[in-house]
Each structure stands twice: as C-alpha cells, then as structure tokens.
C-alpha cells in the first residue's frame, strides 16, 4: 500500500493523527488535527509538539514513552494557538520497528470536549437534584437555631426595658440624694422597678439568653460555610484538599436527611490535609452515599422502628492512597442487582426519590476524573460499605493547586 493511499485513510480517521520520526520531527498530521488545534503541518513542524501541550509537566512524561518506544495512554489537556484548552484522550504507539530505534511514532488525540461537556451538564443535573432533596432540610436547619436566636434576643430587649427603668428609678434617687431631697416615694418607685424586673432572675437567665443566642448564630454560621464549602465550583485543575473538612462540610449540609434515621460518628485521619482531586466532586461523590445510606435506614425503620441506625465515615492515609469508608446499618444491597448499581438510571428507590444517577456519577468521578476505584462490601440484613481510594499523587502534581 502506498503512503498516498495510507494517508489518505488516516485522513478520514475521527480522531486528530500525528506521526514523528524517529528523530523527534513530525512528518505527518491529518485534517483533523488541523481542525481541533488549527494547525497546519508546516505550522505544527515549527511550533513543535510541545507547543500544544496545555499541561508542561505531561511533557516529560510523553518524551520518556516516545524515547523508550513504550505505549502510553491518558487524559490530558492540550491548547490551540488561540489559547483555547482542549481536554483529550491521548495514545502513544511505537510503529514501523520503533522498538530498534528506526521507527516513529504514532500519536491518537480524541477531543473529548463534547463528552465532558456532557459530564458537566450531568454533574450539575446532579447537584440540582442534591440541591432539590437538601433545600428542605437546609432551611429547617437555619430555621432552628435561627428561632432560639429570636426568642432569646426578645427576651434580652424585654430584660433590657426593665433593666433601664430601674436605672432610671436610680439616677432620680441619686439625684435627689444630691439635693438633699430624698423622700419615701422615689424609694418605693425603685423598689417596685426592682420587684418588677425581678432583678435575681435577670442575673440568672441573661447569661444564659446570651449563650443560647451566640450558639445559634454560630450553628447558623456552621451551615452557611460547610454550605460554601461544599459547593465548591468545578474546575479543570484539581486542588490540594482537606478532605476531612471537606466530608465535614457535606455531613453538615446533610445532616437533615440522616439525623432523624441514624446516628453518624466520624474516624478521620489527621494525616489527610493535602489530597489531589476535585473538591466539589468528591463532597457531591460522599453526599449521595451519605444520603443513599440514610435511605437504607429509612426503609430498615419503615419495617422495625426500634431506634436509630448508624452511619460511620472513615478516611484512612494508606500510601500510596487516600481512603474513604461510608459504612451504613442497613439491609445491604440485594444480590441480584449488585451487578447494577453503578449502572446510569439504575435505582430501587420509589418515584421523586432519586433518579439512579448518583452512582453512576460517583464511578465516573472516581474512576475516570481521579484515577481511582470505588468498591463496597454488603451483606444483607447487616449492611453495606462503600470504600473510595483516591491517589495521593497526581501525574503533573507540580500543575495542582494550592
């Protein structure tokens, strides 16, 4: 077959194609290649490869698979001449006896622009639905501590009215005093303002007024900040994270959801103040198996209502991962459908409960986003955990935010 006719093919391939020698000089790219990067060939042979790589770091890591004719693949974000970053799907190929040193090689870049517009759109359907089966909960929250907070500081202004009128009943006693005009009746008028107050219950309950008060406003500090926190928005970078503060938050945003089914205890491992992911996927990621095992409970307690369930979230540093456990007392997960959980659409839950896409998103974040797994162990009538190792380094760890 003659190299016009082998391009010509490659020519029509969906993907972008770009061929180098074994001297590191691109000979070949297709259309397109042109079409994603806008990059002609002569273009390209100037600029050099690197030049579209968004992430330099990558650069390293492409040159070491090129110069050892070894096979790499990975996501990874490439630019065009106008700035524009462009997620793809890279795969490198020796070819033609590259192994000896005489080939070239083979680049294959997917855009997957679409596709992670897609996710996103997903990710936020997602977080609307979170958004939708939190917002009753959130405000009953705020709603709670904000009612104390009115009753508490409607008493102090009561306290403060009576307080202020047997001040004033003092300052004329004193004033008459000064004029040597004392008579009975300013004293009597001061001593009802006191009996009135009732001064010694004053003495005794405004501290308290003021305690309860304070503790509200800083529970309702508490839940519109771990709110900020778990909303974090998306990026395109991941971020070093606290991720014990990070569950913190979105056990905090939830609490509505599982407190009236569950009690929830917290084993974190202090050592995980710095983990590479995308925050506000991993909250979105724990908030649905947070809410996936109170639902358990919930069902668990529709048949016996004797007591409360127990939720227990874990995070354990094991180089070279971060681990997360969401362990519920659950019914399990049958087993006929654990083949399917993570399945798109797939759910057990009645209609305007969920719409099966939380696992499923869960999957694809951890796996795909993260580079690593999500597992759980069940056994029905005693419960089910589910496990999430994140790596706790990242290729290109120099490009993370701080």
Sequence with gaps: MSSRILFQALDEAPDAIVIIDSDGMIQYCNSVFTRIFDHSLDSIKEAGLESI???????????SAINNSERWTGELLFKSPGGNVIPCDLRISPINGAEDGGGGTLFMIKDLSKQKAFERQLLQA??????????AGIAHEINTPTQFVGDNTRFLKEA???IFKVLDCSDRLLAAAKKGTLDSVLINDLEDAIEKADIDYLREEI?????QAL???????????AMKEFSHPGSDTMQLTDINKSIQSTITVATNHWKYVADLKTDFDPQLTAVPCFPGEINQTVLNLI?????????IRKKDSDGKGLIQISTKFDPPWAEIRVKDTGGGIPKKIQDNIFDPFFTTKEVGKGSGQGLA?????IINKHKGSISFETEPG???????????QQEADDELAA
């Excluded at 501290?207 to 305690?211: G, L, N, V």
């Excluded at 809410?291 to 069902?299: G, H, I, P, T």
């Excluded at 998103?361 to 974040?365: H, L, P, Q, R, V």
């Excluded at 955990?385 to 706790?392: A, G, S």
């Design 53 to 63: 790589f968004a992430d330099y770091q990558m650069d390293h890591y492409i040159k």
């Design 291 to 299: 809410v996936n095992a109170a639902d358990a409970l919930e069902s």
């Design 207 to 211: 501290p308290i007024a003021t305690e």
């Design 382 to 392: 005693v419960g089910t955990t589910f496990i999430i190792k994140l790596p706790l």
């Design 215 to 225: 503790e509200g406003i800083h529970r309702i500090a508490t839940i519109v900040r």
């Design 160 to 162: 403060c009215e009576d």
């Design 126 to 135: 997602q977080k609307l639905e979170s958004i939708g089966q939190l917002a």
């Design 361 to 365: 998103i869960a999957y694809a974040t």
